[in-house]
């Protein structure tokens, strides 16, 4: 049985259609149906060809996929050789490689054709009358592997090319590569499937082109950028590199859009700061920019040495990974007490400076890495990016012993505490770390906690710089001579912090609490913990167990405070503020808290303070806060625009407090 001719016209044109729709999405970035409209032309066409099996052509859009795995790859012998390219690794020796050029040309200036130089896999494509029917790696150069079934799954490589001039025979030659979001989401599937990730975009394109299954190939999100022609027979030859390019963009493949003729060395030159400025933009890697004398009679004039061609040259970027050696892991205190370790490195040039440190971030990433001093790893540079070890490199030989984070802090002995859930592990000795001494004495000082007024935070800082204050208790010993030796500080001012430091010794157990700067323990929490306990030493004293019992107390916040308290550093600045006349009023611990077994609901905008922080003190309280009004409410506090609760109350007879008579209600 014969096709009939209508069925055969259809299905040339559904493939026309199909290719010229891929070009639209994968070359030109620039869909004009969508997805299901292709998808229907294509399973039209699939439907004609599974009716009429003599239709099917392997240049079929439907034939991208080969169905069975190849034992081994054949080997192709390069119809031209595949040459490879020079580098240069400054500019110095970029304007050595023109002057070359010029010297043997005879010429004042050379024009070149400047492109990104991809970091993937080079390879050629075979096209036969404007079909693809071969493809090949660069191998050795000479002969490379066929890996056509593979290239053929490569949405961004036209099985067939269209346009004018087409030659009977074209050689292109293009860098397979994975984009940095292709790289993600590969890795994302393979960690998701129980699999090791790629290390870099490079090994998974390398990876995914040498699969002897071009099925799994067909799944890799691999991708073309065509930058040459080896052989080529037929068809009319432009004149310069940038016109081939032309015509390969013409017959629809794929190439970079940002190629350009460039106008000398200086051009060269301001190419490659452009590149190098767009490198962390760009969405794929590139190790450097290729220079090209841009007319071909030049090229031809230059011939080739030895591997390269005397008439294009790689200028690279610095490698942004290197080798190196740990030589030790330290452990750095924030200001905040958060311990981060630190590789010391030998040095190492990556990313265009010298290196000697890699943050580790926290103790599960050292584990996760398992990063020990000694050991061989990868270190990674890219643009202003802080550097990072990327792996440990296997070695021989005995490795130290696993990191280990310390149980007590590096800077001020105090222990570390690592709450649960938290990747963070911390000094507990607020109060005394050098490394939080800055930060500690800011948050004492703060209106809302000790209220001092004039010890604004540059202020501070001349303080603990010039060893003046060691701890917030050191602040109390302060005398005016010494203040107005300050910066900034006239005798009067420094008058006035004295009477103000004087002034802020008299306050309240919950003021004083929140001034501790206790991790977790905000204002509101104070004020419960202030309410519950009564005086700092029963505070000082409780275990887990009863600090759980205070509203608004959780596991974290408790062992916070145990953990704060239990640090005998913190205790002796404690000490030393209570010798220096630091005071408050015993609060009167209700026996049973003033608001227990009243039931608050909260609405609309208040406002003093947030919903939260007024729902945290009702609690303090003893109070029971709920998200709906009901018979149970006792009280609806309603601000500024309340919502349907407040229709609710008016309707149930419910008391209605603004904020004002909620805070009397709160002894404020
Ligand atoms: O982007 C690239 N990786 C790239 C590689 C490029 N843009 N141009 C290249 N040009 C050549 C010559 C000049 C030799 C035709 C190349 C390569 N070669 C190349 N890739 C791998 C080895 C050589």
């Known amino acids: 049985m014969s096709t009939p001719i209508a069925v055969q016209k259809r299905a040339e044109e559904l493939r026309s259609q199909l290719e010229f729709h891929n070009y639209r999405y994968y070359i030109l970035d620039d869909p004009e149906i969508s997805d299901a409209g292709y998808d229907r032309l294509l399973r039209e066409l699939q439907d004609l060809e599974a009716q009429y099996p003599e239709l099917v052509s392997s240049d079929s859009p439907t034939q991208r996929v080969g169905a ?53 896999l080079a390879v050629s494509l075979f096209y036969r009358g404007g079909t693809l029917v071969q493809a090949a790696t660069r191998g050795d150069g000479v002969t490379g ?11 961004s490589v036209p ?19 994975i984009s940095h979001d292709g790289f993600r989401s590969l890795n994302e599937k393979a960690l998701a499937a129980g699999e090791k990730p790629f290390v870099n975009p490079r090994n998974a394109a390398a990876g995914s082109l040498r699969q002897l299954n071009p099925r799994i190939t067909a799944q890799r999100p691999l991708d073309i950028y065509c930058y040459g022609v080896g052989k080529r027979v037929g068809g009319k030859t ?28 200086q051009g060269c030159l301001d190419y490659f700061s452009e590149m190098a400025g767009k490198r962390d933009s760009l969405p794929f890697d590139i190790d450097g920019v290729v220079f090209k004398v841009d007319r071909l009679d030049q090229q031809a004039a230059l011939g080739t040495i030895a591997r390269a061609p005397r008439w294009a040259i790689a200028r690279k970027f610095p490698a942004e990974e290197e080798q190196t050696r740990v030589t030790d892991i330290d452990v750095q205190v924030g200001r905040t007490g958060a311990l981060t370790p630190v590789a010391r490195l030998e040095p190492v040039f990556v990313g ?24 061989t790893v990868i270190v990674r540079r890219a643009g202003d990016v802080i550097p990072e070890i990327v792996r440990v490199i296997p070695g021989k030989g005995v490795r130290a012993e696993p990191f280990r984070m310390p149980e007590s802090c590096p800077v001020c002995g105090s222990a570390v505490v690592r709450a649960e859930g938290q990747a963070v592990s911390r000094c507990t000795g607020g109060l005394y770390c050098q490394a939080q001494r800055k930060e500690a004495i800011k948050h004492f000082a703060a209106r809302r906690a000790m209220d001092i007024e004039g ?6 800082d001349q303080l603990v710089d010039r060893e003046l204050v060691h701890d917030v208790a050191d602040l109390y010993a302060l005398t005016v001579e010494q203040l107005a030796d300050l910066e900034r500080m006239a005798e009067k001012s420094a008058e006035n912090l004295i009477a103000a430091l004087g002034k802020s010794k008299s306050t309240t157990l919950a003021r004083f609490l929140y001034a501790l700067g206790i991790r977790e323990v905000g204002e509101a929490t104070a004020q419960s913990l202030s309410q519950s306990f009564g005086t700092l030493d029963k505070l000082m004293s409780a275990d887990r167990a009863l600090l759980e019992a205070v509203p608004d107390v959780g596991p974290v916040v408790a062992s916070s405070i145990v953990a704060f308290f239990a640090e005998p550093h913190n205790r002796e600045v404690i000490a030393k503020l209570r010798e220096r006349e ?79 008579a909620c805070l009397a209600l709160l002894g404020e």
């Open 145 to 155: 592997e066929d890996v056509t079934l593979n290239v053929r799954t490569i949405k």
């Open 582 to 660: 630091v005071h408050w009023p015993d609060v009167e611990v209700a026996k049973e808290l003033p608001l227990a077994g009243k039931t608050f609901v909260l609405t609309g905008t208040l406002e003093t303070m947030k919903r939260d922080e007024l729902k945290a003190r009702l609690q303090g309280l003893g109070a029971r806060v709920s998200g709906s009004v009901s018979i149970k409410t006792d009280y609806v506090v309603a601000g500024e625009k309340p919502g349907s609760k407040y229709d609710r109350a008016k309707e149930l007879g419910i008391e209605i407090l603004d904020e004002k």
């Open 159 to 177: 099985l067939r090319l269209s346009g004018g001039d087409l030659p009977d025979e074209l050689e292109v030659r293009g860098e397979v590569y």
């Open 238 to 265: 432009a004149t310069t590199h940038s016109g081939i390019l032309d015509q390969l963009r013409d017959w629809r493949l794929r190439v970079y859009p940002g190629i350009r003729r460039l106008e000398g060395i």
């Open 68 to 120: 069975t795995p190849l034992p081994s790859f054949g080997e192709v012998r390069h119809a031209v050789r595949m040459l490879s390219l020079e580098n240069a690794f400054s500019d110095e020796e970029l304007r050595e490689f023109d002057r070359r050029v010029r010297d043997r040309l005879g010429t004042e200036q050379v024009d070149y054709a400047g492109e990104p130089k991809l970091d993937g």
């Open 352 to 375: 265009g400076v010298t290196v000697t440190n890699a943050t580790l971030h926290n103790e599960d990433e050292v584990h996760r890495k398992d990063v020990r001093p000694g050991d």
């Open 455 to 460: 010890l604004g935070s540059s202020l501070v």
